[in-house]
């Protein structure tokens, strides 16, 4: 059974152009981050230079691509091979874990997402404008955009200046758009409610409760109490970055206030004249520089997965000023958590959406949009179990199999007993009863993100396996598990039976074997009926007088669609990792293990033969318990798998 409890998103992204001098327009480096309307990392200002990251790296440098290129090469060969498989949207996640700490940055979350192209399907029809409630916006079947208001590509990143809670909050924001000459215009727009786009019914759904948005709310003095949904506007001219404004939903009776985080800018539109509810512009509390902005120049490099253009076609390069580049610094601005609500740990933005517009005026026509989506869901905690069921005298390991590298878990036993540490990724227990993780995003954080329970069963008729199973192994080929095992355990009227679950916790027979008198068994078992996900394989051996043993589970990741899939058991690893993959062709391939602040610690070249390939890594006394990352490099193809190390 499942507990999740509500919980926040990040506040990010207000920034105001009317605080003089809060503007740069020549190129910065942030929190590490290059903003020089450039997606190159190790590369800053036009010129190679080892060490800042950006949306993606093709120089050599400690500096990383933020956004996970895996499956590149692929895509590319197939917009090659099928002009109209371009005119497919495309999200790409972080490449990082969120919460991660790579070079002494918290890399918080980052995403990447390819619009609709030319005939677009996620367009407003005439009449929209910021301030309208969602529920009112229409949208066409299909229809062409505008040049000047196509969204090609939109790309987001937040990140800490440090590991620590109270370092500056950056965020970075990019977007392409087809036309280059002339200002263009547009919005990031931000929910607290999980607003939604149905492309069927051409309407917008789960709006906020305050004409159609959330707004914020505030005590008597000015404190935050509750966030609501903001707005970033931002115009850029034919040279540079002319305009950013900032604004956050209220009623109107809240502008005659003094906020303690930022001040009123002077600017407030509803849906109409006179409106109750609209959005107000804000400052921050002290004058400077606060954000940047700049466009790309000709022959910009358009990333890894190129730019389709609004006439269909691919391009490895942005023409000049069709990329643009922002930064903001949101602790400066007042609207970091950790300033306006002094709760680091409150994330109060769900959904994120950005729309053009057709002039400078907050009130114009909105054109185009890339529909709402989740920005930052840090995993929630999900359970796994070596033994759902503890035999007579024996114990059950339960782990967190998508532990997030920053979060906190802590275990309690509502009946059973925990032995040892009741803090960490995994739990030891050695009685029946059920089970709870309690997730915190960070050890800071006083409010629990997610909860998971699990339930471990006990019986006095089974007893474990693992004394009598030598060899327990299970190989992934194509679209079916290759199961094999040696037991010494024969000459009985007995049997073994292979289980199978797709949870971790209920099994059920997939096949049963005689025992043999050489204690050498095989099976295949075929999982292409089974969805994307995790599929476990344990055995279970019963004897004449009905008691019955137990073996470990095995796992495996289940995914038919892969030409190349990687597997790594056992995972949580306790003395060895075996990794394999499976190739179309033998090709050099690299592997390599990071820690979870991104530190190399292990590197190894090998050849890929064509079909299923295996290597056994001993697990290193360096290593200390925790989640890795295992990357294999196949001649540019990257895959990645977490581990835990015990």
């Given at each position: 059974?499942?507990?999740?409890?509500?919980?926040?998103?990040?506040?990010?992204?207000?920034?105001?152009?009317?605080?003089?001098?809060?503007?740069?327009?020549?190129?910065?480096?942030?929190?590490?981050?290059?903003?020089?309307?450039?997606?190159?990392?190790?590369?800053?200002?036009?010129?190679?230079?080892?060490?800042?990251?950006?949306?993606?790296?093709?120089?050599?440098?400690?500096?990383?691509?933020?956004?996970?290129?895996?499956?590149?090469?692929?895509?590319?060969?197939?917009?090659?091979?099928?002009?109209?498989?371009?005119?497919?949207?495309l999200?790409?996640?972080?490449?990082?874990?969120?919460?991660?700490?790579?070079?002494?940055?918290?890399?918080?979350?980052?995403v990447?997402?390819?619009?609709?192209?030319?005939?677009?399907?996620?367009?407003?029809?005439?009449?929209?404008?910021?301030?309208?409630?969602?529920?009112?916006?229409?949208?066409?079947?299909?229809?062409?955009?505008?040049?000047?208001?196509?969204?090609?590509?939109?790309?987001?990143?937040?990140?800490?200046?440090?590991?620590?809670?109270?370092?500056?909050?950056?965020?970075?924001?990019?977007?392409?758009?087809n036309?280059?000459?002339?200002?263009r215009?547009?919005?990031?727009e931000?929910?607290?409610?999980?607003?939604?786009?149905?492309?069927?019914?051409?309407?917008?759904?789960?709006?906020?409760?305050?004409?159609?948005?959330?707004?914020?709310?505030?005590?008597?003095?000015?404190?935050?109490v509750?966030?609501?949904?903001?707005?970033?506007?931002?115009?850029y001219?034919?040279?540079?970055?002319?305009?950013?404004?900032?604004?956050?939903?209220?009623?109107?009776?809240?502008?005659?206030?003094?906020?303690?985080?930022?001040?009123?800018?002077?600017?407030?539109?509803?849906?109409?004249?006179?409106?109750?509810?609209?959005?107000?512009?804000?400052?921050?509390?002290?004058?400077?520089?606060?954000?940047?902005?700049?466009?790309?120049?000709?022959?910009?490099?358009?990333?890894?997965?190129?730019?389709?253009?609004?006439?269909?076609s691919?391009?490895?390069?942005?023409?000049?000023?069709?990329?643009?580049?922002?930064?903001?610094?949101l602790?400066?601005?007042?609207?970091?958590?950790?300033?306006?609500?002094?709760?680091?740990?409150?994330?109060?933005?769900?959904?994120?959406?950005?729309?053009?517009?057709?002039?400078?005026?907050?009130?114009?026509?909105?054109?185009d949009?890339?529909?709402?989506?989740s920005?930052?869901r840090?995993?929630?905690?999900?359970?796994?179990?070596?033994?759902?069921?503890?035999?007579?005298?024996?114990?059950?390991?339960?782990?967190?199999?998508?532990a997030?590298?920053?979060?906190?878990?802590?275990?309690?036993?509502?009946?059973?007993?925990?032995?040892?540490?009741?803090?960490?990724?995994?739990?030891?227990?050695?009685?029946?009863?059920?089970?709870?993780?309690?997730?915190?995003?960070?050890?800071?954080?006083?409010?629990?993100?997610?909860?998971?329970t699990?339930?471990?069963?006990?019986?006095?008729?089974?007893?474990?396996?693992?004394?009598?199973?030598d060899?327990?192994?299970?190989?992934?080929?194509?679209?079916?598990?290759?199961?094999?095992?040696?037991?010494?355990?024969?000459?009985?009227?007995?049997?073994?039976?292979?289980?199978?679950?797709?949870?971790?916790?209920?099994?059920?027979?997939?096949?049963?074997?005689?025992?043999?008198?050489?204690?050498?068994?095989?099976?295949?078992?075929?999982?292409?009926?089974?969805?994307?996900?995790?599929?476990?394989?344990?055995?279970?051996?019963?004897?004449p007088?009905?008691?019955?043993?137990?073996?470990?589970?095995?796992?495996?990741?289940?995914?038919?669609?892969?030409?190349?899939?990687?597997?790594?058991?056992?995972?949580?690893?306790?003395?060895?990792?075996?990794?394999?993959?499976?190739?179309?062709s033998?090709v050099?391939?690299?592997?390599?293990?990071?820690?979870?602040?991104?530190?190399?610690?292990?590197?190894?070249?090998?050849?890929?033969?064509?079909?299923?390939?295996?290597?056994?890594?001993?697990?290193?006394?360096?290593?200390?318990?925790?989640?890795?990352?295992?990357?294999?490099?196949?001649?540019?193809?990257?895959?990645?798998?977490?581990?835990?190390?015990?």
């Amino acid at each position: 059974m499942k507990q999740i409890v509500p919980y926040l998103f990040l506040c990010l992204l207000l920034l105001n152009g009317q605080l003089t001098n809060a503007q740069i327009t020549s190129p910065q480096i942030k929190a590490r981050f290059g903003v020089d309307a450039d997606l190159r990392s190790n590369f800053f200002n036009n010129a190679l230079q080892a060490g800042n990251d950006d949306w993606f790296t093709n120089a050599a440098g400690s500096g990383i691509s933020i956004i996970d290129t895996t499956g590149v090469a692929a895509l590319i060969a197939q917009y090659n091979a099928n002009p109209a498989s371009r005119r497919v949207p495309l999200f790409r996640s972080m490449s990082r874990p969120q919460f991660s700490i790579v070079n002494n940055k918290m890399l918080i979350d980052a995403v990447f997402i390819r619009d609709h192209h030319g005939d677009d399907s996620s367009v407003f029809s005439g009449g929209n404008k910021n301030g309208g409630s969602p529920l009112n916006w229409s949208c066409p079947v299909s229809q062409g955009v505008p040049d000047k208001n196509d969204i090609l590509d939109m790309y987001m990143h937040v990140r800490r200046d440090g590991v620590n809670t109270n370092d500056s909050l950056w965020f970075f924001g990019g977007l392409s758009i087809n036309n280059t000459t002339g200002s263009r215009y547009f919005d990031f727009e931000m929910y607290q409610t999980d607003i939604v786009y149905n492309n069927a019914t051409q309407k917008f759904s789960g709006e906020g409760p305050d004409a159609g948005h959330t707004s914020w709310l505030f005590d008597a003095a000015g404190n935050v109490v509750r966030a609501g949904d903001i707005i970033l506007t931002a115009e850029y001219g034919s040279s540079s970055l002319s305009n950013l404004e900032a604004r956050i939903w209220v009623h109107s009776s809240v502008l005659s206030m003094t906020p303690a985080a930022f001040s009123w800018g002077g600017q407030f539109d509803g849906a109409t004249s006179g409106a109750t509810y609209g959005y107000a512009s804000i400052l921050p509390k002290t004058a400077g520089a606060f954000y940047s902005g700049l466009q790309s120049g000709n022959n910009t490099w358009a990333g890894a997965f190129q730019v389709v253009l609004q006439d269909n076609s691919l391009s490895t390069t942005y023409s000049a000023r069709q990329f643009v580049e922002f930064s903001v610094n949101l602790s400066k601005l007042g609207l970091d958590p950790l300033v306006s609500l002094n709760d680091a740990c409150a994330l109060p933005f769900r959904r994120l959406m950005v729309k053009t517009r057709a002039s400078v005026s907050f009130t114009a026509e909105l054109k185009d949009f890339v529909a709402p989506f989740s920005f930052f869901r840090a995993p929630m905690a999900d359970l796994s179990t070596n033994f759902p069921i503890i035999c007579g005298g024996g114990i059950s390991n339960l782990w967190v199999n998508n532990a997030n590298a920053t979060s906190l878990y802590t275990w309690n036993a509502l009946t059973g007993n925990i032995v040892g540490d009741t803090v960490g990724t995994m739990i030891t227990v050695d009685q029946p009863g059920t089970y709870v993780v309690s997730q915190q995003l960070m050890d800071s954080c006083s409010s629990t993100y997610a909860r998971d329970t699990m339930i471990i069963l006990g019986s006095s008729t089974c007893f474990t396996l693992n004394q009598w199973i030598d060899h327990f192994i299970v190989n992934k080929d194509r679209n079916s598990a290759q199961i094999n095992w040696n037991s010494s355990l024969h000459g009985h009227a007995t049997f073994f039976e292979l289980q199978r679950s797709e949870d971790g916790v209920n099994f059920y027979s997939i096949g049963q074997y005689p025992t043999r008198s050489d204690g050498l068994y095989k099976a295949t078992d075929d999982f292409k009926s089974l969805s994307r996900g995790w599929v476990y394989y344990r055995l279970k051996y019963i004897i004449p007088s009905g008691a019955y043993y137990y073996s470990h589970a095995q796992v495996l990741y289940v995914d038919a669609a892969d030409n190349i899939s990687l597997t790594i058991a056992p995972n949580p690893v306790t003395d060895k990792l075996k990794i394999q993959i499976k190739s179309v062709s033998s090709v050099p391939t690299e592997l390599v293990i990071k820690d979870q602040t991104g530190k190399l610690v292990h590197k190894q070249m090998m050849i890929s033969n064509s079909g299923l390939n295996q290597w056994v890594i001993d697990k290193q006394k360096s290593w200390t318990a925790g989640t890795y990352i295992v990357e294999i490099n196949m001649q540019g193809e990257i895959f990645r798998k977490r581990i835990m190390i015990q």
